[in-house]
């Protein structure tokens, strides 16, 4: 069993930063893909970013690419998201996830493709 917590969201300026943290539990953390995505009121689960096992590999959507960060410290068991030069329509609830997959360079982008998330942190950026 794996749990997730979320935390760092907030309320933040357009053109302002926050980072995002991913906590997780269980004792092979850092053989799990991880990712971010986000919802937005209305609006489907969408895909934000991906890192693989070993974090040599990342891959992000194409509306936060050059602002945001993936990254992850398996000492920590933690996965983190920078995210710069935030927008109003960055503003979501972001979520992570892990996919309990074998060993290799892989990093995944659906939603259906990870077994466990997390319960959500808010993301709000005003104008």
């Known amino acids: 069993q794996v749990q997730l917590v979320e935390s760092g969201g907030g309320l933040v300026q357009a053109r302002g930063s926050l980072r995002l943290s991913c906590a997780a539990s269980?004792?092979?953390?850092?053989?799990?893909?991880m990712g971010w995505f986000r919802q937005a009121p209305g609006k489907e689960r969408e895909f934000v970013a991906a890192?693989?096992?070993?974090?040599?590999?990342?891959n992000y959507t194409d509306s936060v690419k050059g602002r945001f960060t993936i990254s992850r410290d398996s000492a920590k068991n933690t996965v983190y998201l920078r995210m710069n030069s935030l927008k109003p329509e960055d503003t979501a609830v972001y979520y992570c996830?892990?996919?309990?997959?074998?060993?290799?360079?892989?990093?995944?982008?659906?939603?259906?493709?990870?077994?466990?998330w997390g319960q959500g942190t808010q993301v709000t950026v005003s104008s």
């Open positions: 996830a892990a996919r309990v997959a074998p060993l290799g360079s892989a990093y995944y982008t659906g939603v259906n493709e990870y077994d466990y």
């Open positions: 269980g004792r092979t953390f850092s053989t799990y893909p």
């Open positions: 890192i693989s096992w070993s974090g040599g590999n990342t």
